[in-house]
């Protein structure tokens, strides 16, 4: 690792020379925490995003984890999903059953996709009833700070308008603490109709990862972690803070580039 360093909060960054490091570091990240969990309640309750964070941990589907992971004991969420048809290219979760689950023994009925048969709306709708109905069995566990599903773990990618999930900067649902999950129809990423979890459930997780690679999001990055100044918009991978969770960043050299609280040595 070319650098790990702890924030005065709760914020880890882990940042690595290039993306291979980065990805068996995540992949080894993750396996323990899965450990941790099931050891601890039985269960590994996780939430995904899309993009490029599902390759990047793609080296979990491989050895050792394919064999020493207990993939009986796992859940799987998203935390944001495209509203298109399970099998269309841009579904969330046709990216991660074709990079992921096709390759690890996960059991079918843990895997929590959204429906893609009805709206926006109602697709939101449905997946926090799903959500809730896992909580109410203690699937995913729930937070004691407030009503929020607790998950085990919530990984994230960024883009470089600093969006995390499908939550991005100026839309009116980075305000939304009741529900636990709402849509948008204007999304500036297309495609435009997707379900995201809110910040409050976000925030509720014991454990979240958000994982950045490349230098087209430097700018970003820096604005999501340093103290900047100044009339900057509330970036929503900013306002990533859990409550009573761990929160660390993996970064490769790229992404990390413009962070001006750390220094890298050459
Ligand atoms: O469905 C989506 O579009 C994602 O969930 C989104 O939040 C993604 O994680 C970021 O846009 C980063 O994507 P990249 O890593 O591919 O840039």
Redesign the pocket.
């Known amino acids: 690792m070319a650098l790990s360093v702890n924030k005065n909060d709760d914020r880890e960054l882990r940042v690595y020379e290039n993306v291979d490091e980065l990805s068996s570091n995540l992949a080894d990240y993750i396996a323990e925490l899965s450990e941790s969990c099931i050891k601890e309640r039985g269960v590994f309750a996780i939430a995904l ?5 599902v390759s990047l941990m793609s080296k979990l589907s491989e050895a050792p984890y394919n064999k020493t992971v207990d993939w009986a004991r796992w859940y799987i969420f998203w ?4 509203v298109v048809a399970k099998s269309h290219v841009d579904s ?1 979760y046709k990216l991660l059953k074709d990079g992921f689950l096709s390759k690890v023994p996960i059991v079918h009925s843990h895997v929590h996709s959204i429906n893609d048969l009805v709206s926006a709306e109602q697709a939101a709708e449905d997946y926090e009833f799903v959500v809730r109905q896992l909580v109410r069995t203690r699937v995913i566990s729930v937070s004691e700070v407030n009503d929020c599903p607790r998950f085990d773990l919530i990984l ?5 308008d600093g ?4 939550l991005f900067p100026n839309n009116p649902v980075l305000n939304e603490i009741d529900q636990w999950v709402t849509f948008i129809t204007d999304s500036p ?1 297309p495609p435009p109709e ?1 379900i995201t979890f809110t910040l409050p459930v976000i925030n509720s997780a014991a454990n979240v990862a958000i ?3 490349g230098g087209g ?1 430097a700018d970003a990055v820096h604005v999501a972690i340093d103290d900047v100044s100044g009339d900057c918009p509330e970036l929503p991978a900013r306002m990533v803070r859990p409550i009573n969770g761990e929160l660390v960043w993996f970064l490769d050299l790229s992404a990390a580039s413009k962070i001006e609280s750390v220094k890298f040595s050459e």
Do not use: C, F, Q, Y
Not at 79 to 82: L, P, Q
Not at 156 to 160: I, K, V
Not at 163 to 166: E, G, K, L, V
């Open positions: 995003s899309g993009g490029s964070l935390a944001d999903e495209r969330n994230l990618g960024m883009g470089p969006h995390i999930a499908s990423k997707r994982v950045v690679t999001k």
